[in-house]
């Protein structure tokens, strides 16, 4: 792109290459963890093979090498395993097999075998927390008495009152409703509650037995011997509950509320938890490679989620603060900041992430023209709908000032294509069990999980060869395909190779972070990392910009045509400082 000409002098918005105190400085280790990109797989949604509507472990080894062309370092797998897909595979009946939806032991052998080639390592989606009900263990427990060694690996307890009719203690299920489940004995007679933090289906397992944690050891190994380059691991904080398992009156999610901090909450977070990735840790490293482990740890604040990653511990966890923090430069800049100070004080990465298959995509959220009417859940036909447009050159602008910021970056597949929720599904389609848990008062996260569009050679978009799938796509997705997007030299897709391609030219994740001193306001947001300039204009007016290089900008329009020096509104860029 072309240098900067002649400035503009007087305008409000001129910005200098003036930088602060350096926030973070530039790491000197090698290892692929602390600068990686990682693209997430959602198995059913990436890509059919057999006509079903449905994605499969086949359909990603077909269509890998479009994810290695972007120029990722690793791809996590959504769950894969036996399942009765209540809650989308989060429910795990067999941890060590295929569910037949997605294939079979073989489909993820040839998925490694392709991966190696294409020098992507390939994570998988462990779910310790809780398993389905229809595994093995938990059957055993339900036809096996109260106080058995079988009933010990999940969380039993009488329930209150005179005939045991309440529950156990005022504990929440995430998705709505009593976190307990009471089951009937196996002589018939009315029993014992079982926890279960999500979904009744999903019964949690009792970490305080070590037999739990030998199972998961052997899991573990089980995809370590396979290939596998490691995991993300779900739900990470809560696997250790306080003992006696008080009531709790806070929210289900761990969210802070008035009197009740996220650290006083006896779900989450309790000390012991960390000796079970102290062990897990020891295990990766038996292996060869840097096999990782990334905690979806969603602990508050992210100085305390840092514990996950001491240096015995894990090796990323997802920052869920940035993705949550919106449109606003002064906010971003504070949980950036914390984030960078958090996660140095103890040696780790920080990672970044916009979108995943639990939230609506920043494409949506970032076109928002109302405030979200069920707090951050997903929108339905009856809201009031994005600004698509306004949606797509923040989401870009978003992305680019993202993959700038040093440390790791998760991708979600579709966001390349500059995808948004399919925000007018009907309720018939819902499957996400908070929709039912709570009679409709949450649509759930549907709108973020439809299958992705590859070409227009079926009705599908070429995600089957069929018209089938499982979630309808929304009808501009015709024109956003992989292909269409392969031949445009201005689509989203090569914006986001381009911006890959530089980010590990330049070495940005193992970087620097300078924050440039005239941005500090709601609008506008700037910062140097290895003499990269940086600059998020989020504001309404355009920013004038200090003299070096254009690199990247988030859109054909994020510049003015006529001098490249003017950055436009909800527009992102990089410049290069080195010979300015
Ligand atoms: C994690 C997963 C989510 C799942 C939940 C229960 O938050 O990302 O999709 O529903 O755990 O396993």
Known sequence: MSQTEELPTATPHEIHARFQDPTHESSTSAEWWRRSVIYQIYPRSFRDTTSNGIGDLPGITAELHHVADLGVDAVWLSPFFASPQKDAGYDVSDYRAVDPIFGNLQDFDDLITEANRLEVKILVDLVPNHCSDEHALFRQALVSPKGSAAREFFIFRDGRGEDGQLPPNNWLSHFGGSAWTRITEPDGTKGQYYLHLFDSSQPDFNWDNPAVGDEFESVLRFWLDRGAG????????????????????????????????????????????????????????????????????????????????????????????????????????????????????????????????????????????????????????????????????????ATLFMLGLPGGAYLYQGEELGLGDNTMLDPEYRQD????????????????????????????????????????????????????????????????????????????????????????????????????????????????????????????????????????????????????
């Open 230 to 397: 490691g995991f993300r691991v779900d739900v990470a904080h809560a696997l250790v509950k306080a003992p006696g398992l008080p009531d709790w009156n806070g929210r289900a999610d761990g969210a802070d509320s008035p009197g009740y901090p996220f650290a006083d909450a006896p779900m989450f977070g309790q000390s012991a938890v960390h000796d079970v990735y102290r062990r897990w840790r020891a295990v990766c490293e038996e292996y060869d490679g840097e096999r990782v482990l990334c905690a979806e740890a969603n602990v508050h604040p992210i100085e305390a989620m840092a514990d996950w990653v001491r240096p015995d511990e894990m090796h990323q966890s997802f920052n869920f603060p940035f993705l949550h923090t919106g449109w606003d430069g002064k906010a971003l800049k504070a949980i950036i900041t914390r984030s960078l100070k958090a996660f140095d004080a103890v040696g780790a990465p920080t990672t970044w992430v916009l979108s995943n298959h639990d939230v609506p995509r920043h494409a949506t959220r970032l076109g928002a023209v109302a405030p979200s009417p069920r707090d951050g859940d997903g929108l339905g036909p009856d809201d009031i709908q994005p600004d698509l447009h306004l949606g797509l050159a923040r989401a870009r602008a």
């Open 433 to 580: 069990p908070s929709f039912a848990r709570t009679n409709g008062e949450r649509l759930g996260r549907d709108g973020c999980r439809v299958p992705l569009p590859w070409d227009s050679s079926s009705a599908s978009l070429g995600f089957s060869d069929s018209e089938a799938s499982w979630l309808p796509q929304p009808q501009e997705w015709a024109s956003l395909t992989r292909e269409a997007q392969t031949a445009d030299p201005h689509s989203t897709l090569n914006f986001y190779k381009e911006a890959l391609r530089l980010r590990s030219a330049h070495q940005l994740g193992l970087g620097d972070l300078n924050w440039l001193e005239d941005t500090n306001t709601s609008s506008l947001l700037g910062f140097e990392n290895s003499e990269i300039l940086v600059v998020l204009n989020l504001g309404t007016e355009p920013v004038v910009l200090p003299a070096g290089e254009v690199l990247l900008a988030s859109s054909s329009s994020a510049l003015d045509a006529a001098t490249s020096a003017l950055l436009n509104p909800n527009s992102a860029v990089w410049i290069s400082l080195h010979h300015a």
